[in-house]
């Protein structure tokens, strides 16, 4: 079973290759049990030229004190892969990305590794899970589905769970671990089938067969 890399980045604007990650948090769980077992968050200062729009800045959690602050990053590189990397000796076990819109996190990772010439599939698995899609596979025979928000804190209010400081990336990966937990235990109950996203292994892989 692959452990869960529940993952959030707060960012200077929408475009990865014009601005730069601002901050990355994530928490990784042993998917037997949900329990956390090794939790990272810094900020990063800006790189390759990148220029935040404070518009977007102004919007998140993080101030530039925090980014001028914050680690290179070269250090962040080292300080993620190097963790990522206990978790993947066995090349079946690697981490398996889950957050909310996580295909906008993977984007701004994704640039990050390949402005250090690094591959990020090498750290973690191609497939992920995003709770934005859950949540939609969740919702989808619902009447009014096509009304509905779903945005993290939309989503957490329909479910019942806190969210406070949103744009915050440590109060959103716990509020995004809290929703997809929820939701892939009510999804399992009801036996209908889910496929992880992206998955080149085995793009049938369903996740409740883990």
Known sequence: MNPFLVLDVETGGLNPEETPMTEIAFNIY??????????????IQPYNDLVIDMKVLAKTQVTMQDIEGGKTIDVVMKEITGIWCKYNKVKKNKLIMVGHNIPFDIRFV?????????????FIDESHFCTQRLMKFAERKDKNADKLLYRLAACCDRMGISLKNAHGAQADIQA????????????????????????KRDPARNFFEF
């Open 110 to 122: 994704k640039y990050a590794f390949d402005y250090k010439m690094a591959n990020l599939y090498d």
């Open 30 to 43: 042993d998917p037997k049990n949900y329990k956390l077992i090794e939790s990272y968050q810094t900020y």
């Open 176 to 199: 995004t671990f809290d929703l997809f937990k929820k939701l892939t235990i009510n999804i399992g109950q009801t036996g209908d089938t889910y496929e992880s996203t992206n998955s």
